[in-house]
């Protein structure tokens, strides 16, 4: 199973971006997706989930900014990110779980740079 993430890029303070990201390979059904993000110096957080039914979950700082969205059809997940802040800086990985024995994929990732 491969993720190919793509979207990032510079944007200004309240600008907009939407990060796209595509599973392929041998795959039956995914359960888990999500985004996550490492800023410089600081340590991987998952930013957005959404499992294959659904259900969202998001971190607090990105709460009413983002939106996390799958199509299960095409084994694909965005987040739509608005209202960006410079503590939005860094590098969005994608992810995908698989059902049975929870296995994880992860995307190349995707540099996001908010300038103040």
Known sequence: ??????GGGLVQAGG??????????TIVRIADMGWYRQAPGKQRELVAGITSR???NYIDSVKDRFTISRDNAKNTVSLQMNSLKAEDTAVYYCNAVMPLFRQEYWGQGTLVTVSS
């Open 1 to 6: 199973v491969q993720l190919q993430a793509s």
């Open 16 to 25: 907009s971006l939407k990060l796209s990201c595509a599973a392929s390979g």
């Open 54 to 56: 659904g259900s969202t």
